[in-house]
């Protein structure tokens, strides 16, 4: 049934290449999630509190990152803009196109997050002699930190998945260096199979990094 | 001075008609991969409901694989992997299938939360009332832990059909390869992509929404 034979060798010597590789699908992944909190807290607020066309560009960017795939906004990202003239490495092309995405999705998040905490709590604070920011950072936050803990690691691990589409865009991350190492030598389906473990792997480290760090953070 | 001859030409009226078709092709493979999907994951999570221990050993870890690799990794592997054991399946066909199974493996988790939500006295009080265990299921369980995980379901879904875009790197000639395609010949990828993403935000803006007031209605 099976007359393939498996070649396995030229795989294994370039794993070094592979987990290196895998190094850089972490580092675009933390880096993406790092920018994607930064504006998803952004866009939540500004969806919550502001009026006008701030309101408006930020609904239309949470909307538009939920609603269309995120391969279409890796190209548009990179083929989109640079017809206008706006050339960007596949790094950074990468990068802008997963925190676009990841900000889109973090903020509703956040939105429900923040939502979920009553406002006399703001207000008991408030009177309490706490200024805006001291209640924001004192007391909101940390029960807002808590109720998106899970959503967030989620999130991580999406974007972890979600830059294998860097391959699509020539950028050499875990599945792009695995593309280039395998139209060399034609073991197609040996390499992605190892890349798929190694996936796989990195994603079970971060859902176990996740549930120690939440054991402890969440103690009480 | 004679005309010159050009490779490219610009967009036409026609080619709305072309990315219109590509569209109807990524709701074909969407609607058929989520039904199928939706059928396998129903049954799958009512195992890991019933399964235990059982389930939680063998099932639980096939379906947690599909969840922890990049669906591009497994469309790559399927396809490749799919001749050796003697299947040749055109490009739609290995996009449906891995699909469908990706699509299992979320709707698993989905339809499990589910059945978790109704709770034990419920089902109880439907079995004491003398109705068999699939009457309870049929006329207990599912209207209300189908209503319970409804809005995640439609998550599922939108995501399958956004994911459906990465069938176009099996050469499948959906919605986003139709535009890639036109770009190479029009040499205008922002106006092309735009559509491209206007189409796919018309498929699944919508239905969110209306997933979205359902749950604001259910909920009160």
């Known amino acids: ?220 | 001075m004679e005309p010159t001859m050009s490779f490219f030409s610009g967009f036409q009226p026609s080619d709305l008609l072309y990315l219109a078709e590509a569209a109807w092709r990524t709701v074909l493979i969407s609607v058929l991969s989520i039904s199928i999907g939706t059928f396998l994951g129903a049954i799958f999570g009512w195992m890991m409901y019933e399964g235990k221990w059982a389930a939680a050993l063998t099932l639980g870890p096939v379906l947690d694989v599909f969840r922890s690799v990049p669906l591009i990794i497994q469309l790559v592997l399927f396809y490749n992997f799919a001749p050796m054991i003697g299947l040749n399946l055109d490009p739609f066909l290995s996009g449906v299938v891995i699909l469908s199974i990706y699509c299992a493996s979320l709707v698993a988790n989905v339809a499990r939360g589910g059945m978790e939500a109704v709770g034990q006295p419920m089902r109880r009080a439907a079995r004491s009332l003398g109705m068999s265990y699939w009457q309870d299921l049929r006329y207990v369980v599912l209207p209300i832990g189908g209503r319970a995980v409804f809005p995640s379901w439609v998550g599922v879904a939108l995501g399958v059909m956004k994911d459906s875009a990465l069938v176009s790197v099996l050469g499948y000639v959906e919605l986003l390869k139709a535009s890639q395609i036109l770009i190479t010949r029009t040499q205008e990828p922002l106006l092309i992509l735009t559509i491209a993403g206007a189409f796919y935000f018309a498929l699944s803006y919508p239905i969110s929404r209306y997933a979205a007031t359902l749950e604001k209605r259910w909920a009160s």
């Open chain 1, 1 to 220: 049934m099976l007359d393939y034979n498996f070649h396995w060798r030229p795989v294994f010597k370039s794993l070094p290449d592979l987990l290196a590789a895998g190094l850089t699908t972490l580092e675009i992944a933390a880096l993406s999630m790092v920018l994607g909190i930064i504006f998803g807290l952004a866009l939540a607020l500004i969806r919550m509190h502001m009026r006008g066309p701030l309101k408006w560009v930020a609904s239309a960017w949470v909307e538009l990152a939920r609603n269309t795939p995120a391969l279409f906004q890796l190209f548009f990202f990179g083929f989109g803009l640079g017809a206008v003239g706006i050339h960007m490495s596949p790094y950074v092309i990468v990068l802008a196109a997963l925190s676009f995405n990841c900000a889109g999705y973090l903020a509703e998040n956040f939105r429900g997050g923040f939502q979920a905490i009553p406002d006399t709590q703001i207000r008991a604070a408030r009177s309490l002699g706490m200024t805006a920011w001291q209640s924001y950072t004192r007391i909101i936050i940390p029960q807002v930190f808590r109720i998106v803990y899970h959503p967030l690691t989620n999130q991580i691990v999406w974007a972890v998945l979600m830059s294998s589409l860097g391959m699509l865009v020539g950028f050499r991350e875990l599945s792009g260096e695995t593309q280039a190492l395998a139209s060399r030598t034609y073991r197609i389906f040996e390499y992605f199979a190892v890349t798929a473990v190694i996936y796989y792997v990195i994603v079970k480290i971060i859902l176990g990094a996740s549930r120690l760090l939440s054991a402890r953070l969440f103690r009480y």
